[in-house]
T-cell receptor, first 108, second 114 residues
Framework: LAKTTQPISMDSYEGQEVNITCSHN???????ITWYQQFPSQGPRFIIQ???TKVTNEVASLFIPADRKSSTLSLPRVSLSDTAVYYC?????????FGTGTKLQVIP | EPEVTQTPSHQVTQMGQEVILRCVPI?????FYWYRQILGQKVEFLVS????????KSEIFDDQFSVERPDGSNFTLKIRSTKLEDSAMYFC????????????FGQGTRLTVV
């Protein structure tokens, strides 16, 4: 069963860049890596997705090495509103499994 | 922006009662999911649904649970006889086709079993 591992929590000051790394040693060949953000009592919200190398959108960047056994979500210049739980997911259509997530606390 | 809609936002029910949680997925999506999240814990996969049938389910999704797409727009989760431990947030999600499409989640239904 595929499983992701990421740090349980991280603290960062406002304005800093935050990098959250996830390991997915048994990722399947066809699976994409997706990151979600979740605020308390809300549904998970899509941040970014990639298969290999680097992907960037208006919110974040995602770095995936050639072996695809890990990925790093990079959030540039975080603000207090980025305080949330960040989940790294791997999966195909049938099942997408959430790990325990990383609780990011942004400090003023 | 299209969104997944869930109703009700909060449901309180007595133990042993049946509940139906409703979801309206994004209209052109073909894959549908239910997840649950017990307070303070991670999001847990329950079931995925495609082409009018269950494509995968977790060990949590036992005989007390069922899903249905009754009218081509709604997607429902039924719990036949609720237990105290069914109290959780239940999230519905949907996604389109294509290898790199993401799942969109609803805002959830908070189910409280008393």
């Amino acid at each position: 069963l595929a499983k992701t591992t990421q740090p349980i929590s991280m603290d960062s000051y406002e304005g800093q860049e935050v990098n959250i790394t996830c390991s997915h040693n048994n990722i399947a060949t066809n699976d994409y890596i997706t990151w979600y953000q979740q605020f308390p009592s809300q549904g998970p919200r899509f941040i970014i997705q990639g298969y290999k190398t680097k992907v960037t959108n208006e919110v974040a960047s995602l770095f995936i090495p050639a072996d695809r056994k890990s990925s790093t979500l990079s959030l540039p210049r975080v603000s207090l509103s980025d305080t949330a739980v960040y989940y790294c997911l791997e999966g195909g259509y049938q099942k997408v499994t959430f790990g325990t997530g990383t609780k990011l606390q942004v400090i003023p | 922006e299209p969104e997944v809609t869930q109703t009700p936002s909060h449901q309180v029910t007595q133990m042993g009662q049946e509940v139906i949680l409703r979801c309206v997925p994004i209209s052109n999506h073909l894959y549908f999911y239910w997840y649950r999240q017990i307070l303070g814990q991670k999001v847990e996969f329950l079931v995925s649904f495609y082409n009018n049938e269950i494509s995968e389910k977790s060990e949590i999704f036992d005989d007390q649970f069922s899903v249905e797409r009754p009218d081509g727009s709604n997607f429902t989760l039924k719990i036949r006889s609720t237990k105290l431990e069914d109290s959780a947030m239940y999230f519905c999600a949907s996604r389109g086709t294509g290898l790199n499409t993401e799942a969109f989640f609803g805002q959830g239904t908070r189910l409280t079993v008393v």
